[in-house]
């Protein structure tokens, strides 16, 4: 038994310490129909959940994410499945204004790259068990940001409103259309598309007009 916890416990190091991905860009991962139905929080790559303790960001779209005075903007870059069963990553970036201004364009916001993991399971003496080394969470000041694949942020104390920006320079965090999200058991889960999360506007038909 000794020499079968000890194999166990070296294979979980060796994977731990090893890489997890290639150099390349991983395919994005995209649910099934009917994983879809199971787990609604797994969302197509444009699709936006909003549930009653969570929130599921679109690939590619600025998610805002407040408590108190601080500030952080999260974008989710891909998501794809590793070698074993229940295996997943999320690629992300982030920003994070502390000061209480609320300006991401100002010289002291901090910012950077990282990927959140979930492990998969395997069985051991017959019977199914989660790997170690998930990584989950993540903190900046006040804020503790959880993630649950593949895009779900959950709202443990924490205000989250979903954008269709894609980039950190289009944030305006006094645009009028920003709806916060706290966490309400009661609310109806909804699943709707990136281009249905906000109203048009006048300006956003004459730019769509000046593209065409």
């Avoid at 991962?29 to 197509?44: C, D, R, Y």
């Avoid at 950077?112 to 080394?133: A, D, I, N, Q, W």
Wanted: net charge positive.
């Amino acid at each position: 038994m000794t020499g079968k916890v000890s194999l166990l416990v070296t294979f979980w190091m060796f994977m731990l310490v090893c890489p997890v991905c290639s150099e390349d860009t991983p395919p994005t991962w995209i649910p099934s129909p009917e994983i879809k139905a199971a787990a609604p929080w797994a969302t197509l790559p444009d699709e936006v959940y909003l549930g009653g303790a969570m929130v599921a960001g679109a690939l590619g779209r600025i998610l805002l994410i407040r408590k108190g005075s601080e500030f952080c903007a999260l974008k989710f870059t891909n998501t794809w499945l590793g070698r074993r069963p229940g295996e997943h990553y999320t690629s992300y970036e982030y920003y994070y204004q502390g000061d209480g201004s609320g300006e991401f364009s100002k010289e002291n916001v901090k910012s950077g790259k990282g990927e959140f993991f979930y492990p998969g399971r395997t069985v051991y003496l017959g019977h199914p068990s989660y790997l170690p080394g998930r990584v989950d969470t993540i903190r900046f000041g006040k804020i503790k940001i959880e993630w649950t694949y593949t895009t779900v942020v959950r709202f443990r104390g924490n205000e989250v409103a979903p954008t269709p920006w894609t980039s950190i320079t289009e944030v305006n965090l006094k645009d009028p259309r920003i709806r916060w999200y706290r966490k309400d058991r009661g609310r109806e889960r909804t699943t709707m598309h990136i281009d249905q999360l906000w109203p048009r506007t006048p300006g956003d038909m004459e730019e769509e007009t000046a593209k065409e």
